[in-house]
């Protein structure tokens, strides 16, 4: 016996959506994305290691008696400029030197102004003013901007 209900027939289920993009449009979006991100990589990947000689002086920093630090900065600055620029500099000159290229002056006054007194004549420090110069060297360390 067949009811009414024995013509009807089962729903008709569309094919499930495509994943892929359907205009080239997500394609010139998805291609610019990709660029960018390279690029985005490229450039981090190039500042980490032109930067490696700033870890590394600040992690020599973090080593060293106070007495050394100027000699520290001066190799630093060796590894950023060109020798005829930095080597012969001394006294104001190299504390003028260094602040510029920080654009601050934390060698400007005590104890930063100090630095190379505290070299050559072995000058002792407080703990303070110790903490302080660690921190003005440190700070120049991360800073400074060598022109293009």
Do not use: C
Not at 116 to 145: G, K, M, P
């Amino acid at each position: 016996m067949s009811g009414p209900l024995d013509k009807l027939h089962d729903f008709y289920q569309p094919a499930p959506p495509a994943w892929t993009p359907q205009t080239i449009g997500w394609y010139v979006i998805f291609a610019i994305t990709g660029l960018a991100g390279l690029w985005f990589v490229f450039r981090s990947v190039r500042r980490w290691l032109r930067d490696r000689y700033r870890r590394e002086a600040l992690h020599e920093l973090a080593l060293l008696p106070v007495e050394q630090f100027s000699t520290l900065l001066k190799r630093t600055a060796l590894t950023a400029w060109p020798r005829e620029k930095v080597a012969s500099l001394s006294g104001d000159a190299w504390l003028e030197f260094l602040n510029s290229t920080a654009k601050s002056d934390g060698f400007g006054h005590s104890p930063g102004n100090r630095l190379e007194e505290i070299a050559l004549r072995q000058v002792t420090l407080s703990d303070d003013d110790e903490r302080a110069l660690r921190a003005i060297a440190a700070e120049w360390i991360r800073r400074h901007r060598v022109p293009a």
